[in-house]
């Protein structure tokens, strides 16, 4: 049972960093890409950026240059560094990954979600 589990959230001021955490496991031949998602009250989930098996990436403008998602194929883990965070980040953050389990079929799998709040 391919499962993801994500951590890192939390409470930051505003200007700090955060990284999340997102963890694949369970019966995975091999995991295609990991993206990140978030979605604040009221609003449409948001694409952040995703990180695909050879390293290399993607990035909504909207936060390029202060989020980076990277992935630790060996721990079949993603992360994304949040820096310079402002209140405007504040949202339920989700990963998703595209992956290949042993049964042979390819799906998107998501994680749980986890909260971040910047605020003073």
């Known amino acids: 049972q391919v499962q993801l589990a994500q951590s890192g959230g939390g409470l930051v001021q505003p200007g700090g960093s955060l990284r999340l955490s997102c963890r694949a496991s369970?019966?995975?031949?091999?995991?295609?890409?990991i993206g990140w998602y978030r979605q604040a009250p009221g609003k449409e989930r948001e694409f952040i950026g995703r990180?695909?098996?050879?390293?290399?990436?993607d990035y909504n403008d909207a936060v390029k240059g202060r989020f980076s998602v990277s992935r630790d194929n060996a721990k079949n883990t993603a992360y994304l560094q949040m820096n310079n965070l402002k209140s405007e980040d504040t949202a339920a953050y989700y990963c998703d990954a595209d992956l290949r389990g042993i049964d042979g079929s390819r799906r998107t799998y998501w994680g749980q979600g986890t909260q971040v709040t910047v605020s003073s």
């Open positions: 990180v695909y098996a050879a390293g290399s990436t």
């Open positions: 369970g019966g995975i031949l091999v995991i295609f890409s």
